[in-house]
């Protein structure tokens, strides 16, 4: 498919001589469609949590990727959903503004959801990609799970047919399946520019918000329904110590007591367990040992709260 949308020139390899290229590339679609499994097979590393739970990335999360001349910034986004509450009012507007930021578009469609739907235009974000007018790549994901591939030549040709997209490739991020062509046609869709960031690193978010991550994802983890939704991270203490390990002192915060009582667990086993599998995360993250204390809070109703967003950030 090329029926380009953005009257860019794609580069080839013979006039990318001393040159390089940068672009930042947005990910989106519905909750659970992998686009947090797709971020982290392209940056080779645990940056963006992953859970089996929707809704488990609530914020913009930033991967650096540089390959040769290329240098490929990816902004992770919380699924797109109809908001409920202020902060997934929040989240969607993380969604816009890495929208408003891409030189790329790549919309992560689960490719069994879209084949049992029969559809795989998706009116949650069609109206969205067609506001920009940058390329967008129809990127189908799960080809694992699909029993059949043929199957997915059929949402091939619909994505064709509807001329939304430059590309439609089709992908298992969880096997690592075509990852790397996804990369290169991103690579060559990268317009000319200077690199923005450092070759070396992989974010620009702070070790503290990883951390914070990290403990997230323990909870979305080892908890079903309930808690995980109601609970948020915010990192009271972060000490970095020369020679011993580093402390860390987070704080859990709930909207109830009696989900508090959950977390803690009897004897405080619950919360023991979530701080040795976040530590283990953390630990990896940092390459360096970490103290790390746990403390659950109770703030009413903080999802919908102005003040209590703000203050963990959102
Ligand atoms: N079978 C399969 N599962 C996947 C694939 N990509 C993601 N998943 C799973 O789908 C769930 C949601 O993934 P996640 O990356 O958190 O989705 P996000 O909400 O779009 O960020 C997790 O359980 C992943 O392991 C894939 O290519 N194949
Ligand atoms: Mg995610």
Known sequence: M????????????????????????????????????????????HLS????????????????????????????????????????????????????AADVICVIVDVKKAFERGNVIDPM????????????????????VLGV???????????????????AIAI????????????????ELAPEGEFQYDSEIVSDQPDRFFVAEFIREAIF???????????????AEFKERE??????????VVERENQKAILIGAKGGALKQVGEASRATIEQHLGMPVFLELYVKVRNDWRNDRTQLASLGY
């Open 49 to 100: 949590i992953v859970t089996n739970k929707p809704q488990t990335t609530r914020k913009r999360v930033l991967g650096i990727h540089t390959d040769g001349d290329t240098q490929l910034v990816f902004l992770d986004t919380p699924g797109l959903l109809a908001p409920k509450y202020r902060m997934q009012k929040h989240m969607m507007g993380y969604v816009d503004e890495s929208l408003d």
């Open 172 to 187: 298992s991020a969880k096997d690592t399946t075509y990852v790397e062509d996804l990369v290169k046609l991103l690579c």
């Open 2 to 45: 090329d029926s380009g949308t953005s009257g860019r020139d794609i580069p080839t390899s013979s006039n990318r001589g001393g040159v390089t290229r940068f672009a930042t590339i947005a990910l989106v679609g519905r909750p659970n469609a992998g686009k947090s499994t797709l971020m982290n097979a392209i940056l080779g590393m």
């Open 149 to 167: 591939p043929k199957e997915a030549a059929v949402l091939m040709e619909q994505a064709r047919l509807s001329g939304l997209f430059a590309k």
């Open 125 to 144: 974000w069609s109206e969205a990609i067609t506001k920009r007018d940058v390329p967008v790549i129809l990127v189908l994901n799960k080809m694992d």
């Open 221 to 235: 983890k080892q908890f079903s329904e309930e808690i995980p939704y109601a609970a948020d991270v915010t990192i």
């Open 243 to 252: 020679g011993g390990k580093w402390y860390i002192a987070a704080d859990i």
